[in-house]
Each structure stands twice: as C-alpha cells, then as structure tokens.
C-alpha cells in the first residue's frame, strides 16, 4: 500500500514538470522547482494529509519558486511587456509538433495559457483550476474560451497565410 506522500504527491511530480516548464522554458530549473516543491512537501507532510486540496497548495507553491526564479535572475518583467524570441521559448529536444504548439501558445496571454494547459493537457477540471490559480470557475471558463478563440484564429490565419490565392 501507498504511503500518503507516494500517493498524493509524488504522483503529482510530472504534471508540476510540465507546469514549472511552461513557466520557466528552461528544463533544468523546472527540475529544480519541482525538486524545492518536493522538498517542502515532505517537510510539511503531516500538515499536507490534512488539507483538503493538496494538489493545489502544491501548485502554489511551484508558482512561487518558478517566480523566485526570475526575481533571482533579474529577469522579471510586467506581463504583456514580455516578448519571446522563437530560441527561449521551445527546447530543441522537443519533437517538432510540441515546438509548434508552445508557439502558438505564446500568443495567449499568461492566465489564458495557463488555464488552457491546465485544462487541455494536464486535464483537470474547472473546479481544480479555479482552486490552483485562485479565481472564480467563471473567471476559467472565460479564459479557456478566449484562449480557444485567439488560438483558432491564429491557426487559421496561419492556414490562410500559407494558401495561393
């Protein structure tokens, strides 16, 4: 039989990954976040047992290493000042298909890309992503469809773009 922390958080370690690495686009320090997340959970697993979102406090708690992270390297910046060259924002050990759908993520502003990656790829439902990112369920349906919208435009414009007229 699984102990708590086996069960409820270390199976949690590849989806904090990919949220760390959607944060921070860099392999090594989403290791190293995920590895503090770790750290801290193990030092607070008593206290863990008992809450009633685990997985949550988890994700807090990612986000603020992934944002002590760029305090640390001054590479903090006001979102929507943010510009990303095509080199910082896909890892080159990616198949193809992946560094294209990171590209066109980028063009979602951070809180609908995130609430779309939460949804679309990790799976979770409103309710867990309302609770992970502290909003309102309505506040992650209008993101999601946002980012759905901005995202079927952009791929159609892309199409459009690449058609002979």
Not at 21 to 49: G, H, I, M, P, S
Request: overall charge neutral; hydrophobic content about 40%.
């Amino acid at each position: 039989m699984k102990t708590f922390f086996e069960a409820q958080i270390w199976s949690m370690k590849d989806k904090l990954y990919r949220m760390a690495f959607l944060w921070v686009k860099d392999r090594d320090v989403a290791n190293d976040a995920v590895q503090e997340v770790l750290e801290k959970a193990w030092a607070n697993k008593e206290a863990l047992q008992k809450m009633d979102n685990p997985a949550g406090w988890l994700v807090r708690v990612l986000k603020n290493q992934c944002l002590q992270h760029f305090r640390q390297d001054k590479k903090w910046e006001p979102i929507g000042e943010r510009e990303f060259a095509e080199s910082e924002t896909v890892d080159t050990d990616f198949p193809e298909a992946y560094k294209r759908v990171f590209r066109f993520l980028e063009v979602l502003p951070d809180k609908q890309k995130e609430v779309f990656m939460l949804r679309e790829v990790e799976g979770l439902t409103y309710e867990e992503i309302a609770d992970h990112l502290e909003i309102s369920q309505d506040q992650v349906k209008v993101n999601l469809f946002r980012a759905r919208k901005t995202l079927r435009e952009h791929l159609l414009n892309k199409a459009n773009h690449g058609r002979k007229n």
